[in-house]
């Protein structure tokens, strides 16, 4: 029957043709557009905190002033983190990739609430522009997590303003976590049960549970922040009685959890595209989908183990670790199963696979530091040095980053309707690879010999520690071969629209339903109701070599 | 091939200046707390290897004998769920992390808990700069301490939160204004080691900079003694001097007439200059004294007030010091008293 179908799946209008024009763009309730402009915005910011990333790591080349002086670099990388966490990692996967195949995965013709969908968009936009427009003329140089008092008590003190911005883009992950709430609850086909649901959606549904509950207490920061700087009540400022640290505790119980904001959705897509490329049933199902769950839960929990050395209690200190070796357990769960899924499947490395392969390695480093982290006595030492930055920015980067990849390669051919260049993905795969390691590893070297985070210089520290200037140098030089791959990637991406041959409705062989509806979908999705069944069930699976796509077999 | 690895070496060359350490993944073993420490370090780190090699190796495997060929195009028959292999793989990690949890959570107890009789030393940091002030009442800007016996420092910031660090000694403890914190150690051999800021606290964070001086325990005593009265053999000037150098002054105030992120001392007794609310001051003994003890009182143009006050910081003989070590760098009244 497919066969049939096969032949024309690009004669039908389809969501990008079927309107033309800007206020088409601006004005559409379509999931597939929100999640097209939401994946170019948060693209954009992703390059304006790259490079803020390159003048820090620029500026730390070499000791002694290399481009910029003090202040410019405390302000560069409160802006490199600021941006990236608010305006890249945390709405990134979610907001762009979930809003385009989530309503698809479930057979769905859109999200539950489309308006609320554009809102927040908008939102995310008025935030954005907001919070970037108080970050660079209010000078901010506090550090993205906003530390009182100082973050109260510098001159330029736009940390009101800043946190308003944060608040903003918080209420746009609200609306789109409700919004995936209902429509996981709702908008199922009912040959669809909660466990025969893709992993992604079940890693979305755990993440927007998490957006809906972490992201007020945020708001709740605020509201105190603004009583205290208006009325003088003494929440956070010790000279009105206030505790600096209760911020730390305010701060840490949102952003805690938004660091699972960040990894979960990225393991999601990690999960999807082991099985696929390995052409075997993902192994393990009900534990991967309950280990989204338990991050969920268990990473409210977890907050104070940012505050070993506040000076939070001894008992305090206790209770977090234990609470935060917790969290390790499902995510090596999912470790394993993924490398079962592999075991006597039928790999093939394309792009996708790649980068979900490197995802379990970067993972696995990033996540093994997090033990050296979680234990008190170590973390003691290790806590604000660079051994800190790198184990987040394997998290972070080389994880949730290269798993937003993954996913962008994986449905870039549903999304735009176009295969990019295979040979290109994979080079760049490998130079991202060597330029990442290249990049962070050397800075747990760094770090767990004493190099300090946030210093603008290190020249002082060169007699005793002539080692920190190699480390800087190797991470330096990383960060070049990382930026001349996301150059690469943007290349052949952008060339792939232009002149790439027209993707077909199946090309990586997906068992999910985004993959039984043509590239790109119509504007209503499917134009016949797709076939529910086993998304992880490839044996009616062939590949047809006349139209390089897998069809369905009965 | 021989030029290849020559431009790699030359790459990688910084790196290799590494040698000068003891240890690859840690610094010196300084204090009775490193050996714990980096015991948990490396029991996590070698169960982390293991895993991390087994991972890595497995997938490696999967992929180059599971790879998808010409001559093998379709999956092998395997199951795809399995309970014991998956309790199997949640049990072993949960053993290994509550041992990880229990020796890091030990050790961190004794961080926590001082001797009784340990050594105090006060502690206050304040933008940028560290004060360690001893049971006599003398103030240095580097932390001397006995070898071999158990140092307490009560700690308190006098602004935005800093946070006291000693890689060689393993230990770090935040300072947060308006209220003590404490930490504690035994040094175990005479020598300088580092000590830095660790949380971050303004433009001269990297700058906040010191050293931990660990003398054998009668050096120490004839040190104190020593140094005690140091500011009372020096002549005014020359005190206030090392006051300006120890006590902070100079991460802000400089002396060669460069504006810092406080005006410069040279040449500027018996100006007069122009304040942020109009009015203007003539720099004299009166203003000086003011501007240390109510430094937000009165700001000079062009500058925004970023200085604690030093109120039962600096007796009244010590700013006496430093009014006589402005006076001796110049300005239109120098020696002249008005």
Redesign the interface.
Known sequence: MSEVAVESPRSAENYLTARRGVMSWLFTLDHKRIGVMYLASILAFFLLGGVFALMVRTELIAPGRTIMG??MY?HMFTLHGAVMVFLFIIPGIPAALGNFVLPIMLGAKDVAFPRLNLASLYMFWGGAVFFVVVLITGGL???WTF?T??ST???QSSVVAAVVGAFILGFSSIFTAVNFIATVHTMRPAAMGWFKMPLFVWALYATAIIQLLATPVLGITLLLLALERLFGIGFFD??L?????LFQHFFWFYSHPAVYIMILPGMGITSEIISVF??????????IAYSSIAIALFGFLVWGHHM????QT?LA??IF??LT??V??PS??K???W???????????ETPMCYG?MF??LF??GG??G??L????????L???YFIVAHFHYTMMGSTAIAFIAGIHYWWPKITGKMYSDAWGKFTALLLFVGFNHTFF?QF?SG???M???????E??LP????F???H??SS?GSYLVAAAFIMMAGYLLVSIVAGRPAPRNPYGGAGLEWQTSSPPPVENFTTPPVVGDP?D?SKLRFDPRSNDYVRVA | MNQILSSLAA????????G??PY????DRAST?AR??DW??NF??Y??LF??AL??A??CW??LR???RPD???????P???TA??LL??VI??IL??L??Y??????????TPPRDAYEINVIAKKWAWLFKYPNGYVDDKLYVPAAEPVRLVMTSD???H?L?I??F?????L????Y?KMWFKAIKPG?Y?L????????????M?SKVVVLEAAEFAAWLREAGDFLKKLPPEKAGEELHRRRGCAQCHSVDGKAGTGPTLLGIWGETHRMTDGSTAVVDENYVRESILEPGKRIREGF?N?MPTFKGVLSDEEIGYLIAYIKSLGGSAKGESP
Not at chain 2, 11 to 18: F, L
Request: glycine share 8%; net charge negative.
């Open positions: 003090r202040d405390n140089e506090t550090g530390y008092p100082y008590t510098t001159g010790p000279s009685n206030g505790d600096p640290v390995s052409r075997k049933h993902i192994f393990g199902y009900r534990f070993f050395v506040s000076g001894r200190s206790m670790s234990a070796f917790s390790s357990i090596a769960i470790v394993f199963n490398l079962s899924t592999l075991y006597k499947g039928s790999i093939s490395l392969l379990i390695f696995g480093i093994l530091t033990l050296f979680g234990s008190l006595s170590t973390d003691v030492h806590t604000d040095t050397p070297v767990s010999r004493g300090p985070r946030r210093y603008y210089d290190y002082k520290l005793a520690h002539p080692d200037h190699g480390g140098w190797l030089l992880y490839y | 790459i990688w060359g910084p790196w290799a200046q590494s000068s350490q690859f993944w840690l610094p707390f714990d420490v948990v370090f996590i780190l169960v982390s895993f991390f991972i890595v497995l997938m999967f992929v599971y790879r998808r093998r195009q379709e999956v092998e028959e395997s795809h769920h399995n292999l998956e793989w949640s990690p949960v992390v509550c990880m949890f020796y890091g959570f030990e050790g961190y107890m004794d961080m926590r602004d935005v939160i946070s660090y890689p060689d393993r230990v770090k403890q935040d947060v204004p308006g209220r914190t300088e580092s830095f800021c660790a949380e971050y606290c303004g433009s001269g964070h990297a700058d900079l925004v970023q």
